[in-house]
């Protein structure tokens, strides 16, 4: 009780990760899914605004300011680099009125503030606790067992509007949406992050004798996601999930050693992709890309769309367009729809890989502090990984998630829960 008196940020800021990791996914507004993107960001700007209130309500009520417990990290300060060139290319914006919110995906001038803000709050004055890993339990289980009944033709809390369900997607209406989420490629990208997250807790935590209890939105959550079948999203957490085994390890030899074995796998997969001919799908696409065959549908049209969003890069290589104004910018290309066996129209509104984005929309000052950034968390998490389960455990979710961001895209729904995670990683104490 001594040291909340001392730093009243502490009182608040667990309750702030709480009502992030259980309101912002499970809470889709009054509407349908056609305004839960809106609904999702205005959510995170009410939370934000209640946090920040909570803790001056909390200074003046003790007549104590907040004060830094610990100085700030290396990547802390790469992050604010990061932001700080985020601010700098609203402002050169020929968009800039419309950067500040967003024109598409309301990832504007506000969201990033937002997302650096949680970063740097958590890290400076929030605590884990056990009870968060039940609190993200309970979200995953709820979105699970929603998009399990779309799954079957249901249409609970009436998210799809005029009668449709999940099957209609791309004829009746453009896109696909699942569960309290919305997008289906946000919708991977939570399970991305939450699915590592709770499989390492239960393995990694003994002392947690509750922990078992979590197997059950584990579980869900693994069936979802595997009849979700977004291949971002897939690969993220396969590879992911494989990835961080060797970094858990405390013996070095046993980590090289297992490195190496991941080495020859690797390459003797590749082998295998480049003499085997797949038909179709992710292994056929792969197959003619290691005999430089590439074609601009490929991944769903993303190689058509990582070509002209480096053109537009190139462009605006240092300051970007603007956050989340790509879609200002017109780049179309017909694609073929083998659903409706015609051709649509493809407009770009967003990268679909996180570094590209970035250089895109914010720039290459803003990429190379958004990089160094992640090295020093990832350096971080190397060290304290075998030793500290908090650590491991969220960069579990988080390795998985920055694979799948390669292929997908940023969300003012996930991206908050993924800067906790970070957040916790650079904690010098969890």
């Not at 502490?10 to 507004?29: A, D, K, M, Q």
């Not at 937002?114 to 056990?130: M, Q, T």
């Not at 729809?337 to 970035?358: E, Y």
């Not at 190379?368 to 491991?392: H, L």
């Amino acid at each position: 009780m001594r040291q909340i008196k001392e730093n009243p940020a502490l009182r608040f800021t667990n309750e702030f990760i709480g009502l992030l990791v259980l309101v912002l996914p499970l809470y889709t507004g009054l509407q349908d899914y056609r305004f839960i993107a809106k609904n999702k960001f205005i959510t995170l700007c009410a939370l934000t605004v209640i946090y920040l209130v909570g803790c001056a309500i909390l200074c003046l009520r003790t007549h104590k300011l907040p004060h830094l417990t610990t100085k700030p990290k290396a990547a802390l300060i790469a992050l604010g680099c990061y932001v700080a060139a985020v601010v700098v290319s609203t402002a050169v914006s020929p968009y800039r009125g419309k950067a500040i919110v967003g024109v598409s995906r309301y990832e504007g001038l506000i969201s990033v503030l937002i997302y650096v803000l949680i970063c740097f709050a958590v890290y400076l004055f929030g605590k884990p606790k056990s009870w968060m890993m039940y609190a993200m339990g309970l979200s995953s289980l709820a979105i699970s067992l929603v998009a399990l009944m779309q799954f079957s033709g249901r249409n609970p809390l009436s998210l799809y509007p005029n009668g449709l369900n999940y099957y209609d997607a791309g004829s009746a209406y453009e896109g696909a949406y699942i569960s309290t989420i919305g997008n289906a490629d946000v919708a991977g990208a939570w399970l991305a992050l939450s699915i590592p997250i709770l499989l390492f807790y239960i393995v990694l935590v003994k002392k947690d004798m509750w922990r078992f209890f979590l197997i059950l939105p584990l579980g869900t959550s693994i069936l979802t996601w595997y009849r979700l079948d977004v291949t971002a999203s897939i690969l993220g957490v396969t590879v992911g999930c494989v990835a961080v085994i060797p970094f858990l390890m405390k013996s070095t030899r046993k980590k090289i050693a297992l490195l190496l074995v991941y080495a020859i796998l690797f390459v003797a997969a590749m082998i295998a992709l480049y003499f085997v001919d797949f038909k179709s799908g992710m292994l056929y696409e792969a197959h003619a890309i290691l005999h430089g065959r590439v074609a601009d549908n490929f991944g769903a049209s993303r190689i058509w769309v990582w070509q002209e969003t480096w053109k537009i890069a190139k462009d605006h290589l240092f300051f970007g367009t603007g956050p989340d104004v790509l879609a200002l910018y017109g780049a179309e290309h017909v694609a073929y729809n083998s659903m409706l066996d015609i051709n649509v129209v493809v407009t770009i509104d967003v990268a679909h890989n996180l570094l590209l984005n970035i250089l895109a929309q914010h720039g290459i000052l803003a990429l190379i502090s958004c990089i160094a950034f992640s090295v020093f968390v990832f350096i971080d998490w190397v060290k304290k990984a075998p030793y500290n389960v908090t650590a491991a455990v969220c960069g579990a979710g988080a390795m998985c998630y920055f694979i799948q961001a390669m292929f997908s895209m940023e969300s003012c729904t996930v991206t908050p829960i993924l800067m906790i995670a970070l957040a916790l990683i650079l904690q010098e104490e969890s």
